[in-house]
């Protein structure tokens, strides 16, 4: 562990301007991603602000007849608050999903939304990766592939974005507010938060490093029947292969978003008009332009039927 300078923050501004003053200083809530990602130094921060103090705790209701979540909220708070069970299911469904209960118990939403990536390659620092060290290279081309992304990819970086929650929010329309140095807000639709690689996949979001994310808006209830289904290589405490969200109503029409296959949550609006006529069609169009490797193929024929069990299990309900 390299020394760093720590800082606890009594406010989102104050928070923001003690990084806007403090080149390469970070903010710290739960640390359940950060910390890992120092002890590997992966990440080297000097300075270390706790924003744990600052308030945005809470879920209150908006005019519009949403939810605003405080970027603070516990992943087990937000899972088990009542509203969210009963209106906005797919998102309780997805962060249990997630994490074991402890890490669940610290991770906040504004951190579940700026996780980095779990691709190996990233992770291992005798391995070449452009997101951790730009203009290095992508081992990942060459190597083992499998958990890694099918589309929305490029030649500088296949890695996947690993939150389950971003899906949920993805299906849900959600937005992530955000504040700055001057006390100014901003409103990000989710579809426009996460960036593809290109040839930056280092800049993972439009987050500006003078932003702090407040909380995330969710819209109205949209009804029907929300649903989470995850594939992954062992039960428990494994990042997705494959994830579908899916808000389905009783018509047969719904809303779709796909994990684990994509540097962020993938949703193709225009595929959705396809749920009536089978998962195959839906998947087509999600996986339009697909590049996958030898290792991942299969993630490809895996959206399709995973689809169709979460189609099946909405007729069900």
Known sequence: MKPFRYERATSPE?????????PGARFIAGGTNLLDLMKLQIESPAHLIDIRHIGLDTI???????LRIGALVTNTDLAADQRI??????????????????????ASVGGNLMQRTR???FYDTN??????????????????????GVIGTSDSCIATHPSDMAVALRVLNAGVETVDAQGQTRMIPIENFYCLPGNTPHIESVIRPDELITAVILPAPLGGVHLYQKVRDRASYA?????????VQRDGTGLIAVGGIAPRPWRVEAAEAWLAHGAKLVAEGLLAG????P?????????????AAVMHRAKQA
């Not at 209150?60 to 949403?66: D, F, I, L």
């Not at 697909?290 to 490797?293: L, M």
């Not at 290792?295 to 689809?307: C, G, S, Y």
Request: net charge positive; glycine share 8%; aromatic share 4%.
């Open 14 to 22: 104050q928070a923001v301007m003690a990084r806007v003053r403090t």
């Open 60 to 66: 209150v209701p908006t005019s519009q007849g949403g």
């Open 85 to 106: 069970r009963r209106d906005y299911g797919v998102l309780s469904r997805a962060i249990l999903a997630g994490a074991s209960g402890q890490l669940r118990n610290m």
């Open 119 to 121: 691709c190996p390659y």
């Open 127 to 148: 391995q070449a990766c452009n997101k951790r060290q730009p203009g290095a290279g992508c081992a990942a081309m060459e190597g083992v592939s499998r958990q890694l």
């Open 239 to 247: 990042f997705a292969l494959v994830s579908i969200a899916a808000v």
């Open 290 to 293: 697909a590049r996958p490797r």
């Open 295 to 307: 290792d991942n193929v299969f993630k490809l024929t895996l959206v399709a039927r995973t689809l």
